[in-house]
């Protein structure tokens, strides 16, 4: 697959919010004001294109020629934490109030799914060092677009009568659903018509 088309595939086709349920815990926490969101994408992204170069170098030049493919899980989750608390550092240090903002949900980057599930989809789909940078990259993306487009809708309905039922997190699942929905509309054929395979 070209690289272009790895982009597309995961920031619209395999979105890992809308398509595969990944990240929701973040996704639903950070979504309630576009300034966090677009924090919490910026740096899921981060984590996602770095931990995918890395793990990558991880899997292939130490798991493999030694025989122990079978730490991978392990090993891809200690690459995660080591970047999710040098981004939580940099947060706290350039952006106090967005550091505040995210709150619980920065270290929670630790054990967001998507980033290891990219890391290891980047393994299954045998991808070299730059198809697993644009797909971490990607995905981080993807992700962003969801939780800032989330967010803008979470404001906005902030500002209309919801039922008492339905007010916070209820209108917030019904919403990612009506999301996902739309994204369904991408589907594989979009990457193949547009010659990108």
Known sequence: MSYIGILITYIF?????LVQFMGIC???GVSKNSESAIGMGLAVTFVTTVASVVTYMVYHFLLVPFGLEYLETISFILVIAALVQLVEMVI????????????????????NCAVLGIAILNVQND????????????????????IVLMSNIRE??????????FKGVPIA?????????????????LVTNLHLV
């Open 26 to 28: 973040p996704f639903i």
């Open 173 to 189: 699942f019904i919403s990612a659903g009506l999301m996902a929905l739309a994204f369904m509309a991408f589907d594989s054929s």
């Open 92 to 111: 706290r240090k350039m952006s106090p109030s967005l550091y505040k903002a995210l709150g619980i949900f920065l270290p929670l980057i630790t054990t």
């Open 127 to 146: 991808y070299n060092l730059l198809e697993s940078l644009f797909g971490g990259a990607a995905a981080g993306l993807g992700f962003t677009l969801a």
């Open 13 to 17: 086709i395999q979105n890992f919010i």
């Open 156 to 165: 906005k309905l902030e500002l209309i009568p919801v039922r008492k039922v």
